[in-house]
């Protein structure tokens, strides 16, 4: 069992930075993929960026450029750095834990971290 608290969710203004935290407690962390997701209201939950335990990233289209995630495995956290905002940004940002040893698959959710980007 992984849980996992987000933070630093909040208003910001377009073209504003922001920095997201993932802190991951109960699991060996290293075994996990981490990833932050985004569900803006009336749309369905999407990938924001992944992170494997060797450090490789995969961004979605929408946050290359823009967004950075990184893990601290020492602290058994997960980042999302996010610059130059979009209102479209605006939605509730979800921090996943993913494992697949073998045919079981482990995942877990965060409760989610709201973040608001004013034009």
């Known amino acids: 069992q992984v849980q996992l608290v987000e933070s630093g969710g909040g208003l910001v203004q377009s073209g504003g930075s922001l920095r997201l935290s993932c802190a991951a407690s109960g699991s060996i962390f290293t075994h996990y993929t981490m990833g932050w997701y985004r569900q803006a209201p009336g749309k369905q939950r999407e990938l924001v960026a992944t992170?494997?335990?060797?450090?490789?990233?995969n961004n979605a289209d929408s946050a290359k450029g823009r967004f950075t995630i990184s893990r601290d495995n020492a602290k058994n956290t997960v980042y999302l750095q996010m610059n130059s905002r979009k209102p479209e940004d605006t939605a509730v940002y979800y921090c996943?834990?993913?494992?697949?040893?073998?045919?079981?698959?482990?995942?877990?959710w965060g409760q989610g971290t709201q973040v608001t980007v004013s034009s």
């Open positions: 992170i494997t335990s060797g450090a490789v990233t």
């Open positions: 996943n834990a993913r494992w697949v040893p073998g045919t079981t698959v482990y995942n877990y």
